[in-house]
């Protein structure tokens, strides 16, 4: 019997959007400021979803330890959040998938530990709010993933019970808050997984490669 699912959950850097174009593009306007060459791509976009404090260990080689650290994170911070969607797309197929959701009456909402300042406007831009039932920030509740408390608190919002729920994200973070919670879970591994990663140690219920994959799957999997 396929499990009964009212309700998907998405983490948001490198599950639902690609925002790792605009988290490199600032972190490079950042490092211009500092007179240091850009950093390809490439090389930035495994980290993106350890945020801020990823960005400045690849970027500049700080941890927050380092003396400078805070006013290296408020300047990256603030530069990110004047750059927030010039690039930042939905991963191919969740578009239409979000409009299928909706269409069978499923609803859908993001939990991310993306700060709020930087989460909410990145929602609205994309015109996000006019469909999610439920955003969560990483400061809208403590303690923050991998603690389940934030997907509880999204499940309250939209009304939905976390059994009836999937959550779909591509941190080992995501996937261990969702087991806690009781939900499905599924990894994305179209998203932000680092060479230093194991993400066959963390026991999602499904590994997705590719975000066009995704629709298919639940519909062939998941009753509603």
Known sequence: MKPLIKGVLFDLDGTLLDTA????LALNIQRELHNLKPLAFSDVRPFVSHGALAMLKIGFGIIPSD???DAMREQYLHIYSENLAVKTTLFDGLEAFLKQLKAQSIKWGIVTNKPA?????????????QSASSVISGDTIEPRKPNPAPLFA????????????????DAERDIAAGRAAGM???????GYITPQDSPEKWQADTSIENSTELADYFWQNFSY
């Open 21 to 24: 174009p605009d988290m490199a």
């Open 67 to 69: 003396k400078n650290f």
């Open 117 to 129: 300042f930087l989460t909410q406007p990145l929602v609205q831009a994309l015109k996000l709010d």
């Open 154 to 169: 999204a499940c309250k919002e939209a009304g939905l019970v976390p059994a009836q729920c999937i959550y779909i994200g």
């Open 184 to 190: 499905k879970t599924i990894l994305a591994n179209w």
